[in-house]
């Protein structure tokens, strides 16, 4: 069973920058490739949302909230991926997931919280 761990979160003031960072534990290297991977986010009493994703060919979509401020790379290597979030906005406020999907498997981090406040 693949385990993800999220580190990175924090409060950090309006315009601030902050990079997350996933791990996958428990994956071999050619497993971690085969996944799909994205960052989901959750703010208080609204639904879970895809904020970016990053395909098995490298291939990477975002939502159009964070288009130009946040950019999600991989790094094989250490079977990581990361999200560099600039320019934050107090709405950007939300718990951040990390997921890791394959056909076979959905697999979810316990999420790391990032606060944008004054």
């Known amino acids: 069973q693949v385990q993800l761990v999220e580190s990175g979160g924090g409060l950090v003031q309006p315009g601030g920058s902050l990079r997350l960072s996933c791990v996958a534990s428990r994956s071999i290297l050619s497993t971690f490739t085969g996944f799909n991977k994205g960052w989901y986010r959750q703010a208080p009493g609204k639904q879970r949302e895809l904020v970016a994703k990053?395909?098995?060919?490298?291939?990477?979509d975002y939502a159009d909230s964070v288009k130009g401020r946040f950019t999600i790379t991989r790094d094989n290597s250490k079977k990581t991926i990361y999200l560099q979030m600039n320019s934050l906005k107090p709405e950007d406020t939300a718990v951040y997931y990390c997921n890791m999907a394959d056909r076979y498997t959905d697999n979810w981090g316990r999420g790391t919280q990032v606060t944008v406040s004054s």
């Open positions: 990053i395909t098995i060919d490298g291939s990477t």
